[in-house]
Nanobody, 125 residues
């Protein structure tokens, strides 16, 4: 089992930047592939970015490419999501997720078994 706690959300003007962190506790962090998802009010949860156990493989939603960067520090048991050039449409609750079932979890939320509580990101236009 792993417990996930997100932090770093907040209110930012459109065009600004935020860095989200997701701290993991429990079983060895490098046993888990990680992902970031988001859910805007009234919408379904959607994929943002994913990273493999070692950090060597990453993937992004089209909406995140070129603006967001996912990374991880296995020594600190933490995964990050650096978000630049934020837009109003990026406003959502952001969740990190973990899976031990695969080296790389990908974009399907059903691939992930553990979820954090989420952190709110609001980009005002």
């Amino acid at each position: 089992q792993v417990q996930l706690v997100e932090s770093g959300g907040g209110l930012v003007q459109a065009g600004g930047s935020l860095r989200l962190s997701c701290a993991a506790s429990g079983r060895a962090f490098n046993s888990y592939a990680m992902g970031w998802f988001r859910q805007a009010a009234g919408k379904e949860r959607e994929f943002v970015a994913a990273i493999s156990r070692s950090g060597g493989n990453t993937g992004y939603a089209d909406s995140a490419k070129g603006r967001f960067t996912i990374s991880r520090d296995n020594a600190k048991n933490t995964v990050y999501l650096e978000m630049n050039s934020l837009k109003a449409e990026d406003t959502a609750v952001y969740y990190c997720a973990a899976t031990a079932r695969a080296y790389y979890g990908g974009r399907d939320p059903r691939s992930y078994d553990y979820w954090g509580q989420g952190t709110q990101v609001t980009a005002s236009s």
